[in-house]
């Protein structure tokens, strides 16, 4: 069936550096790659999302790449604070289902 | 609260007992879904209702059973339950159609004894 397969599970790095989380979709048909930020205790938010129909999309510190021929995208934090720490969540979509399939998750730590 | 809230947010009940979490949206949304959050394992979608209609059932056990009323409610009925369903249970909205953000809610944990 259809997965999404996310690395690394856990990733330190010290403030300041780049943190760069990568997910890898089996299904060729899905569109739509969302991200989601969950801190302990808290819902799951989006943070940063990216259709099929571009390669790159930035926000701020946030930015997330897509490589529809490879099937992989990945989620690229610069300049990391501790707020970011946090367990993030790659998924990937297609129109027409409403499935999300979601990676396992990366706990980032960013070190002060 | 405005968005998605969940109630009740912690739930402690016996393998027998009968029990149902709810779910309410606040924003217009016309898709509602549960999902399971266990530790270690991704997001499990569980049910997924489009206006009102369930449009998604991954091979849940019969002993959760969903129920939406209206667009705006989603509830999990759950009976006869084992503990390894002990688990953190996500309710989120979002537009229906061409995928879009998922808002999720605070969640209810779970646990079975």
């Known amino acids: 069936g259809e997965n999404v397969e996310q690395h690394p599970s856990t990733l330190s790095v010290q403030e300041g550096d780049s943190a760069v989380i990568k997910c890898t979709y089996s299904d060729s048909a899905s569109n739509y790659f969302p991200w989601y930020k969950q801190e302990l205790g808290k819902r799951p938010q989006l943070i940063i999302d990216i259709r099929s129909n571009v390669g790159e999309k930035k926000d701020q510190r946030i930015a997330v790449t897509l490589n ?3 099937k992989h995208f990945s989620l690229h934090i610069t300049e990391t604070q501790p707020e ?3 367990v993030y969540f790659c998924a990937a979509s297609t129109s027409g289902t409403y499935k999300y399939i979601f990676g396992t998750g990366t706990r980032l730590k960013v070190l002060a | 609260e405005t968005g998605v809230t969940q109630t009740p947010r912690h739930l402690v009940m016996g393998m027998t007992n009968k029990k149902s979490l709810k779910c309410e949206q606040h924003l217009g949304h016309n898709a509602m879904y549960w999902y399971k959050q266990s ?3 991704p997001l499990e979608l569980m049910f997924v ?6 449009v998604e059932n991954n091979s849940v056990p019969s002993r959760f059973s ?3 009323p209206n667009s705006s409610h989603l509830f999990l009925h759950l009976h006869t339950l084992q503990p390894e369903d002990s ?6 909205s979002s537009q229906g159609g061409f995928p879009y953000e998922q808002y999720f809610g605070p969640g209810t944990r779970l646990t079975v004894t």
């Open chain 1, 68 to 70: 529809k021929t490879a």
């Open chain 1, 84 to 86: 970011d720490s946090a």
């Open chain 2, 39 to 41: 530790a270690k394992k």
């Open chain 2, 49 to 54: 209702y489009s206006l009102e209609e369930r």
């Open chain 2, 66 to 68: 969903p129920e939406c």
């Open chain 2, 87 to 92: 688990a953190l249970y996500l309710c989120a």
